[in-house]
């Protein structure tokens, strides 16, 4: 029963980090329409740049959870700049291309100057040690990370749901040749888009850091998972994003309880039973990606 | 040549000439030239696949391969982007009616941003059609068709634009909707609003409009006026393959 309540911990912070890698593709899918293969080393980066920051100038894990997603989410709008933006009305094959091109670019760059090994980064000492709950003790830097990746998820929502930005990322994503022609100035907001959804993904990274080792290779592993996620929730769909994340984590480490082999398999699983079901994705609607 | 009917126009406020376009090898629109003038409403007639949904995607900018020119009050925007085209005054209600899925009914309302003096704020609106009032928190696809018909012209009202492009506002409608289209379109007239609409239903077009554009194979072959259209209709039904 107590390896039942870990696990279930354990599949929240997971989904934790699949929701917030997830929510920042579909963003930028909704609005872009390109699927970012570079979100899980920009991911890493996030961590990368905790770490750095720690190292190099002494700053610790609350700065760099402020600092280090603007920094990367900047970078971001400068490569959406430079290079995302010659994607647009390309055949979809560029947009792999270019964005695992960069995937692979940004982890060698890292490993280049880091290595492949792995560097530890402590939880700040707040949130050190962990919470007995009953039968069961959890480490407390985790509740953390779940508690606070549904704050963001959350705060994201609102801003997607009930204001008058959200309502044009919104409007853009279903149908973004009729928004511009309602007179709303869609390229304007890409930029600002694909910033924040990188800046997303640094802020899994930052959250990270205390709990696995900074690596350059540690988004390649997520980032498979946060694509079974979008479909799952529905491309570009935001709420399918968050709540198939959550589930995707919970699921695996539930199934991991039978057979640990489950845990990798659950989410592939899951999404072909989706795609056979709703090939829309649980919160996509097919008219909406028309 | 398109003949021209005899009533002097004012100014007008749309202007469309030597307009061509393509959709790769096939060739959409050849050189059509028309206008429509102050408070005028003007219908465009023609067959499926004659060029009419083409046109006003090239006038609200929706359409790369076009070229001519357009102007609207005298300004030419062949050049603009289209979202700059709706803030310069035009108002677009697309054939699908372009109801927001993801959006509210008054999301959907509130969308577009207001580009002049409106006559239609959305307590006139929902004054108007007390539904959208009713559903305003709905996702706008739930309202039934006609419904979504209203929000879209609505939303296009709202904006103040002073040109309003309708591609078939009146398709798949019950007659008792149909008229309500007819008395907005002419409530909008009054208030000195320019259209210029597509239109298939013949008897909806002249009941609402002063003049008709005859188009065939991306070109216009004749401008009418309303009499002749009543006049003539029978000869255009059967050109309409109505």
């Known amino acids: 029963m107590e390896y039942v309540a870990l696990q279930l911990f354990n599949g929240l912070v997971n989904g934790a980090f699949y929701a917030l890698l997830s929510l920042g593709l579909a963003v930028i899918f909704g609005v872009l329409r390109v699927v970012n293969f570079a979100h899980g080393a920009l991911y890493m980066l996030g961590a990368f740049a905790a770490y750095l920051l720690l190292q190099d100038f002494g700053v610790g894990f609350w700065v760099a959870l402020i600092v280090a997603p603007i920094g990367i989410g900047i970078a971001g709008m400068v490569l959406e700049r430079l290079l995302i933006r010659r994607l647009y009305g390309l055949d979809p094959l560029y947009n792999f291309l270019l964005t695992f091109g960069l995937t692979l670019m940004i982890q060698d760059g890292v490993r280049l100057r880091y290595g492949l090994q792995g560097q530890p980064y402590p939880a700040p000492a707040e949130l050190a040690g962990s919470v007995s709950a009953g039968l069961v003790a959890y480490p407390t830097y985790r509740l953390f990370v779940i508690a606070f990746s549904i704050v963001v998820c959350v705060a994201v929502w609102y801003v997607i749901e009930r204001t008058r930005l959200g309502m044009i990322v919104r409007a853009a994503t279903e149908r973004p040749e009729l928004t511009r022609a309602l007179g709303i100035n869609v390229d304007r907001w890409v930029t600002p888009v694909f910033g924040f959804g990188v800046a997303l993904a640094a802020l899994g990274g930052v959250l990270a850091a205390p709990m696995r080792n900074v690596s350059p290779l540690m988004g390649s592993e997520l980032i498979i998972f946060a694509f079974a996620v979008v479909v799952i929730g529905g491309m570009g769909s935001i709420a399918g994003a968050v709540v198939a994340g959550f589930l995707v984590g919970v699921l695996a480490s539930l199934a991991a309880i039978f057979n640990p082999a489950l845990e990798n398999v659950i989410a592939f699983a899951l999404m072909a039973v989706v795609l056979l079901v709703r090939p829309a994705g649980l919160f996509g609607s097919l008219e909406a990606r028309s | ?242």
Request: glycine share 10%; charged share 20%; proline share 5%.
């Open chain 2, 1 to 242: 040549m398109p003949r021209t009917s005899g009533k002097p126009t004012p100014s007008p406020a749309l202007e469309v000439d030597g307009l061509s376009a393509r959709y790769g090898e096939a060739q959409a629109l050849r050189e059509v030239t028309l206008h429509v003038a102050q408070g005028e409403l003007v219908t465009l007639v023609g067959r499926n696949g004659a060029g009419k949904t083409t046109l006003l995607r090239c006038v609200m900018g929706l359409h790369r391969e076009s070229s001519g020119s357009i102007r609207l009050n005298g300004r030419e925007i062949s050049g603009l982007a289209a979202h700059e085209r709706a803030r310069a005054g035009l108002g677009y209600v697309p054939d699908d009616r372009g109801i927001f899925a993801t959006l509210a009914v008054e999301e959907n309302l509130t969308l577009p941003p207001i580009v002049a003096n409106t006559r239609w704020p959305l307590a006139r609106i929902y004054e108007t059609f007390p539904v959208l009032r009713e559903r305003r928190a709905h996702a706008g696809t739930k309202l039934s068709g006609g419904e979504q018909q209203m929000l879209s012209i609505a939303r296009a009202l709202r904006t103040g634009a002073g040109v309003l492009l309708l591609d078939e506002p009146t398709e798949g409608l019950a007659p008792v909707l149909v008229q309500r289209v007819a008395a907005m379109l002419q409530e909008a007239k009054r208030e000195g609003t320019t259209v210029l609409l597509v239109e298939q239903n013949l008897r909806f077009a002249t009941t609402v409009a002063d003049r008709h554009y005859l188009l065939a194979q991306g070109q216009i072959v004749e401008a009418l006026a309303n009499q002749e259209v009543i006049a003539r209709e029978s000869e255009l039904l059967r050109h309409l393959g109505v």
